[in-house]
C-alpha cells in the first residue's frame, strides 16, 4: 500500500511538472537559467523562440529605454486636445481658467489665448486639473457652476 501511495504521489508531482510551463533563458554572462515563475522582462514573442539559448533578459540601459518609452506613450495618450478641453492652465503659474475666462481669452491681440502655447495645459475636468496640482482661478472660478 505505501508503495501505491509513493507510487501515486511520484506521478502526481511528475504531472504537475510536465504541465507547468517552464521559463529558460541565459544571462549575460551565458548561465542557464530555469523557473516555473514568469520573469516580469518575458514578452511573448519570447514564447516562439525555438532555441531558449536565444533569450535574453534586457540590459540595464535597454530596461530604461523600454520605460522611457512607455512613459512617453502613457503621456501622450493623457494629453487633452484644444476640442476636448473644457478648461486651460497655466503650467507657469499652476492656475487653471475656464476656456471663456478673461484672464485667459485674448480679444486685442488677435491671439485666441493670452497663455503661450508652451505653458497651456488643456482638461477635461476641473477634478482632472486639481489633482495635477492646478488651483482654479478666483476669477472665473472653474468647475464650480
Known amino acids: 500500500m505505501k508503495l501505491f501511495v509513493v507510487l501515486f504521489l511520484a506521478i502526481v508531482l511528475v504531472a504537475q511538472v510536465v504541465s507547468a510551463e517552464v521559463y529558460r533563458w541565459m544571462d549575460e554572462g551565458n548561465v542557464a537559467h530555469l523557473t516555473s515563475i514568469k520573469p516580469d522582462w518575458w514578452t511573448d514573442e519570447m514564447d516562439m523562440v525555438e532555441d531558449w539559448r536565444e533569450i535574453h533578459p534586457p540590459t540595464e540601459e535597454e530596461q530604461q529605454q523600454q520605460e522611457a518609452a512607455e512613459a ?34 485674448s480679444r486685442a491681440t488677435g491671439r485666441k489665448f493670452k497663455v503661450d502655447e508652451e505653458n497651456r495645459v488643456f482638461f477635461r475636468t476641473a477634478e482632472e486639473a486639481e489633482n495635477g496640482g492646478y488651483k482654479p482661478c478666483t476669477l472665473c472660478n472653474p468647475g464650480r457652476e
Open 72 to 105: 512617453e506613450q502613457e503621456e501622450q495618450s493623457a494629453k487633452v486636445t484644444e476640442e476636448e478641453a473644457q478648461f486651460i492652465g497655466d503650467s507657469r503659474t499652476s492656475i487653471f481658467h475656464n476656456l471663456d475666462c478673461r484672464l485667459v481669452k
